[in-house]
């Protein structure tokens, strides 16, 4: 494995205007030459949640070694929080996948599968990249090409997709610095469109920070555009959950009340990827 880490804003000349992220820790499997290997990866873009005041290492680094281990190049953003503003995360999200796709050929990369996954605001930012990729605010900062930066698919994982859905955190007010005029720049399902790529989302019915609806708003809107899409309901289980499992909580910690099974959802999200044909090329 190669791990090392970018520095986003550097690699693509744009000023970083007192911005504290825009940094992509890179998981790269490697080709052994006495295997006579020759394989392309899919890769994954990890985005942490934390409200978009924080970035959590929870949701980062269990999550892209875990996808690593089923055979993914890994990628986590560690992007802007307050008191940086809309569309600075955007843009630096871009700016990742565009990286991913421009180093494909030295890194292992098979570029026409790159998804990227996010959780609770980073699963808003994940949704911002799925339909918002062709935004022209984003070419306000970098030069991008919507190919570049349109995921292969997307994994939203308890995701913020609506200011108007429960929700608590002041994921939105983070975001737009209270300036309700950026709300419907942002609100996800209602930016979704027939080039939305495919989406696998999860959730927990009685999620106390992020509503389901969220979840379910984002189906619907899929649904109605037409986007293929996968949705798994979990009766119950706190937000926040991760991997749901040992790897981001100590014994004393687990949480409780969860329904059995939840930690599935990542094999279940890697199944579905696959038969959006992810998976090493030779």
């Given at each position: ?12 000349g ?60 890994a ?38 599968h ?33 190919e ?35 709300l ?6 209602e ?44 009766g ?24 059995k ?11 579905w ?10």
């Amino acid at each position: 494995m190669k791990y090392f880490t970018v520095d986003l804003y550097d690699y693509f000349g744009v000023e970083r205007n007192g911005n504290a992220g825009g940094s992509l820790r890179v998981y790269l499997h490697e080709n052994y030459s006495e295997l006579n290997m020759n394989r392309r990866y899919p890769a994954m873009l990890v985005l942490p949640g934390g409200g978009y005041a924080m970035v959590s290492e929870r949701e980062a680094a269990p999550i892209a070694e875990r996808y690593f281990s089923y055979g993914y190049n890994a990628f986590i953003l560690t992007y802007s929080v307050v008191p940086s503003r809309y569309p600075t995360q955007l843009v630096e999200a871009a700016m990742a996948m565009a990286y991913i796709r421009r180093n494909a050929t030295s890194h292992f990369t098979d570029a026409d599968h790159v998804a990227a996954i996010g959780f609770s605001a980073g699963g808003h930012l994940c949704g911002s990249l799925a339909t918002m990729f062709a935004d022209e605010v984003i070419g306000q900062y970098v030069d991008l090409s919507a190919e570049e930066i349109r995921p292969s698919a997307a994994v939203l994982s308890y995701a913020v997709i609506n200011p108007q859905e429960g929700l608590s955190g002041g994921t939105f007010s983070n975001l737009c610095g209270g300036n309700d005029e950026i709300l419907p720049l942002v609100t996800i399902d209602e930016r979704v469109t027939e080039n939305t790529p495919p989406l696998f989302i999860w959730h927990t019915f009685n999620d106390g920070c992020v509503d389901v609806s969220n979840a379910i708003k984002i189906a619907a809107a899929a649904r109605a555009n037409n986007v293929p899409f996968a949705m798994h309901i979990f009766g119950s289980g706190q937000h926040g959950l991760s991997t749901a499992d040992g790897d981001v909580y100590s014994t004393a910690a687990m949480p409780q009340n969860v329904s059995k099974g939840v930690e599935n959802w990542l094999k279940m999200s890697i199944d579905w990827l696959a038969e959006n044909g992810f998976g090493y090329k030779e």
